[in-house]
């Protein structure tokens, strides 16, 4: 039986098609976590919704990887690892900010919509699994998903302490918490990706 290549080109088109409901997926519930951080007054949330926008980012640079050279997917995922590294920059500044001007956290709203959000994340975590060992421009998305389960819990539990004890302590610490663990995730992700880019110029045939 001769080989076609039918199973490899159905495989890539499952892979790809996971990619585009990942993307979808993230880009909607950072939209909605976004607007419910506001409402809530929850840093929590609004470092989580950022934390969704960068997993976003990372899907589609993913995509646009498809087919492309060692040295292009290593690129995508320094630039997805990059995104992500300002993203947590700016969440760890904006809890700093709200830290001094004060804030008033909803608890009830905190846990709803990191409840969503993680039933979310954990459907994805799922279709993602097949690139937990895969390549670095897509091991990258499935280290952000697993990155925003952590958050989502961290929030949830942010929610309760916070509707316990009616202050904003908890959920400027979850943010805070957030903030550091996505720069952490970050600097893994560039480090990988430095490697890839190594890998690619020592076996890039040679003119």
Known sequence: ?????????A?????????????ALNAAMFVVGAIAGVIADSMGLVADALDMLADASAD???????????GFKAQAAGLSGTLLLVLGAVALDVVVWRAVAGSEPEGPWMMAIAFVSLLVNAT???LLQRFRQGEVHLR?????????VIANLAVI??????????HAAPDL??????????IKEALSILREAKEARLAALTTAPRR
């Open 60 to 70: 589609a640079s993913a995509l646009m990887a498809w087919h492309r050279s060692a």
């Open 140 to 148: 990258a998305t499935w280290l952000f998903t697993r990155v925003d």
């Open 173 to 182: 610490v979850i943010g805070t918490a957030i903030a550091l663990y996505v």
């Open 11 to 23: 495989t890539n088109e499952a892979e790809r098609r996971t990619l585009r409901i990942a993307l």
């Open 1 to 9: 039986m001769s080989d076609c290549g039918c199973h490899a080109e």
């Open 157 to 166: 539990a942010a929610g309760v302490l916070v509707l316990l004890t009616h």
């Open 124 to 126: 994805m975590l799922r």
